[in-house]
């Protein structure tokens, strides 16, 4: 059925107002067991009505079911697959997966289930999985077209199937179709033909696009909707989703392995900081991350190794825009080989400082939990080198312990 000239113009405008770019959908399959699925009911947009206006669906049905062969297909195995990449925030199993009568408790009615966070703020609910079969963890990032669990009929099920829920960055559960009864956008990469499968197609997540460079000691004055930034993500990987303001990113890079501290002051909105260790932006790459309240000011702190390149992006919190400084602030690293400048005697006490009691306090707060990365700096005695490689940090451990302080105290402000 054709599109009305004024449905594509509002899908048109959709799609170039939307401040994260959507990260459309893969068929939730692998390409294995792609062709053994179909529709057997769609979102229902009142009075038994799908997407396109016919009945393929029935009453209240806020999700996209695809079977897979009955009963026969969930023996054979029917692998369940992420639509697009993301991070595992949910999952269940362990519930019984030979439900027929559409009324069987466990998870909330889905049965076994993952439920996956993208880049963009939306996230998908995988459903009804079959009994053991989930293969993915809370916090786990998962690429497109990953396997996740095989289809199963636990739950709320009259037989196997997947059910699949799209919701919005509002947190809606919403029809990822588009046609005469349903409103753009599709989430889909390509939707296909009513009655048949989405296409199997990966929606890649664009790069971060860093305006310039960030050095040790160095402050720029900036905007997070200053020139060169974008409204491209939503998700950094530390849990916490909604960035939905413009956000503008620089790289980091440093020659020596060190402490390093970004932090941003000066702020009168509520922009938060994120460190990544690659410019993807996907959410498969934190390494530390400040998500404060209002218009505090925020710090990530981490380990940083010698010509690695890191991403620092900043982005409004729900639309927020200010200006603001950012800065790095760098501890040093260890001499090089070729430092002759160094007399013997202070090479002598660098050696020694290597076993003193301040360096197993730093290992003790790196590894102890404590949370507060920033303490490493302050440990370090003026002037002492201190190899932070032996910390056994990998680059990152440093950043992601304040991550993880500051993610629980995210989680607890704004999901929804
Ligand atoms: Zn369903």
């Avoid at 602030?329 to 160094?342: K, V």
Wanted: charged content about 15%; some cysteine.
């Amino acid at each position: 059925m054709a599109l009305s000239v004024v449905t594509l113009a509002a899908w048109a405008l959709a799609a170039l107002v939307g401040t994260a770019q959507a990260q459309d959908y893969s068929f939730p399959s692998t390409a294995a067991d792609y062709a053994e699925f179909y529709p057997t009911a769609y979102y229902d947009h009142g009075g038994v009505t799908d997407w396109a206006c016919s009945d393929l669906t029935y009453a209240g049905h806020t999700g996209s079911d695809f079977g897979g062969g009955s009963w026969a297909g969930m023996d054979a195995g029917r692998d369940i697959a992420a639509s697009a990449a993301g991070t595992v925030t949910a999952t269940n199993d362990g519930v019984d997966d030979g439900c027929s009568s559409g009324a069987c408790e466990g998870g909330g009615g889905l049965g076994n289930y993952v439920k996956i966070q993208h880049a963009d703020g939306r996230s998908t609910w995988y459903g009804h999985f079959k009994t053991w079969s989930v293969a993915v963890s809370v916090g786990q990032y998962v690429s497109c077209g990953q396997k996740i669990g095989e289809m199963g009929s636990s739950g709320y099920s009259t037989g196997p199937h997947v059910h699949f829920t799209a919701v919005n960055t509002s947190g809606s559960r919403v029809d990822p179709f588009v046609g005469s009864c349903s409103d753009p956008p599709s989430y889909w990469v390509d939707q296909g033909v009513w009655d048949g499968r989405p296409a199997l197609i990966c929606d890649d997540v664009p790069a971060c696009a860093p305006v310039a460079p960030l050095r040790c000691g160095e402050s720029v004055t900036t905007a997070n909707n200053g020139g060169g930034s974008t409204g491209t993500h939503a998700a950094y990987g530390c849990g916490d989703y909604t960035y939905s303001g413009p956000e503008i990113a620089y790289a980091f890079a440093t020659d020596v392995t060190e402490t390093v501290t970004v932090s941003v002051t000066g702020n009168a909105a509520d922009v938060d900081l994120f460190v990544l260790s690659s410019d993807a932006c996907d959410g498969s790459a934190s390494v530390g991350c400040s998500v404060s309240p209002d218009a505090e000011a925020e710090s990530v702190t981490f380990a940083a190794t010698a010509g690695a390149t890191y991403t620092v992006v900043t982005d409004g919190y729900e639309g927020a825009t200010t200006g603001f400084t950012l800065t790095a602030s760098c501890t040093g690293g260890y001499p090089g080989e070729e430092d002759t400048s160094a007399p013997d005697t202070a090479a002598t006490d660098t050696a020694a400082a290597d076993t003193s009691a301040p360096d197993t306090a730093a290992r003790d707060t790196a590894g102890g939990g404590s949370g507060d990365a920033g303490r490493m700096e302050d440990a370090g005695l003026p002037g002492r080198w201190r190899r932070l490689d032996d910390l056994g940090c990998g680059g990152s451990a440093a950043g992601m312990l304040l991550g993880a302080g500051l993610l629980g105290a995210g989680l607890g402000r704004r999901r929804r």
